[in-house]
């Protein structure tokens, strides 16, 4: 007896690659990467579609994360009692299940890309990814004993803060891309918009165009809604096409005139796909740029042409 009594008590610890909150925006920050590094495929999509899809234990504790992280209260009460419900509904996830499917995830992303990398962005708010971490891992543990129960309060006070309505003492102004964000109400949305923002303000601002950087911007926010995909993807064709097309006009060279028409037939052909996949996005992609380097070649004839006429 005295023996349990003197016990030592093994407190969870936080692990950065096992929270599950963390991986899901990890890989929605690759994705992103991948996409602005003109990357044919993203293995990152294929990863998040494998082990979040709808039913897996993943997916469902993603779900706790974001009720927590997403939700405000202005009562410290109502914060209380919304997190005790999110605890009782973590205990409904089958954790063997959960601790195979976070293996399977872990080994794939270990063997696709490298971990300081795929890891190389500062997580914003990581005490409360860490805080409900340790919430959800206290389902192991003896709840009577003292420091146990001591550390579950102080995890608990920090998820309760976290929810809890911010004071207006802090002026912020918010940006064109802010409001946006504040209307997306996607899985995907909330989770990677910033990190385009930052992708494309601070690095890729001066690269892609602003065709571009919209079609990846729609990609990234429906990647988990093929339908709202495909009918973004269909409505921007008819403008590409059209912009194909006044190009010919331009255009003296016959076998670039052909190259646009072959271009225009496959272009055409993605309206009658059900699914859009990452390769007709990279390959819309590089029709903008393939349009921006002909007006550009245009311009800079007409210009040269115009010089001479002076002269």
């Known amino acids: 007896m005295q023996n349990n009594k003197h016990k030592k008590i093994k407190l969870p610890v936080h692990v950065k690659i096992k929270n599950t909150g963390i991986l899901f925006e990890a890989l929605t920050r690759q994705i992103t990467r991948?996409?602005?590094?003109?990357?044919?495929?993203?293995?990152?999509?294929?990863?998040?579609?494998?082990?979040?899809?709808?039913?897996?234990?993943?997916?469902?504790?993603?779900?706790?994360?974001?009720?927590?992280?997403?939700?405000?209260?202005?009562?410290?009460v109502k914060a209380s009692n919304y997190l005790d419900i999110i605890l009782d509904f973590r205990k409904n996830i089958n954790n063997?299940?959960?601790?195979?499917?976070?293996?399977?995830?872990?080994?794939?992303?270990?063997?696709?890309?490298?971990?300081?990398?795929?890891?190389s962005w500062r997580i914003k708010e990581y005490p409360i990814y860490a805080s409900i971490y340790k919430l959800f891992e206290y389902r192991n543990l003896d709840l009577n004993n003292k420091t146990v129960i001591n550390s579950l309060l102080n995890e608990k006070f920090n998820a309760?803060?976290?929810?809890?309505?911010?004071?207006?003492?802090?002026?912020?102004?918010?940006?064109?891309?802010?409001?946006?964000?504040?209307?997306?109400?996607?899985?995907?949305?909330?989770?990677?918009?910033k990190i385009i923002i930052e992708k494309f303000n601070n690095k890729y601002g001066s690269v892609l165009t602003e065709k571009q950087k919209e079609l990846v911007k729609q990609y990234i926010n429906n990647l988990s809604n093929t339908k709202s995909l495909q009918k973004y993807t269909i409505s921007i064709i008819p403008n590409?096409?059209?912009?194909?097309?006044?190009?010919?006009?331009?255009?003296?060279?016959k076998i670039i005139i052909i190259k646009l028409s072959e271009l225009i037939n496959q272009i055409n052909?993605?309206?009658?796909?059900?699914?859009?996949?990452?390769?007709?996005?990279?390959?819309?992609?590089?029709?903008?740029?393939?349009?921006?380097?002909?007006?550009?070649?245009?311009?800079?004839?007409?210009?040269?042409?115009?010089?001479?006429?002076?002269?």
Do not use: W
Request: glycine letters at 0%.
């Open 34 to 76: 991948d996409i602005l590094n003109k990357k044919n495929t993203s293995e990152a999509i294929k990863i998040i579609k494998k082990y979040f899809k709808e039913n897996t234990e993943l997916r469902k504790e993603l779900n706790l994360y974001k009720y927590i992280l997403e939700t405000k209260f202005k009562n410290e």
């Open 96 to 119: 063997l299940k959960l601790k195979k499917e976070k293996y399977n995830i872990i080994k794939e992303i270990k063997e696709t890309y490298t971990i300081d990398e795929f890891f």
């Open 160 to 193: 309760i803060n976290f929810m809890l309505t911010n004071l207006p003492n802090k002026k912020y102004t918010p940006t064109k891309i802010d409001k946006l964000y504040n209307k997306q109400n996607n899985d995907i949305k909330k989770l990677s918009y």
């Open 240 to 253: 590409i096409i059209k912009n194909i097309k006044e190009l010919k006009e331009k255009i003296d060279d």
């Open 269 to 311: 052909k993605i309206k009658k796909i059900n699914i859009i996949e990452d390769k007709h996005i990279v390959g819309l992609l590089k029709t903008y740029e393939l349009i921006d380097e002909i007006n550009k070649h245009v311009s800079a004839c007409n210009k040269e042409k115009n010089s001479v006429e002076v002269l």
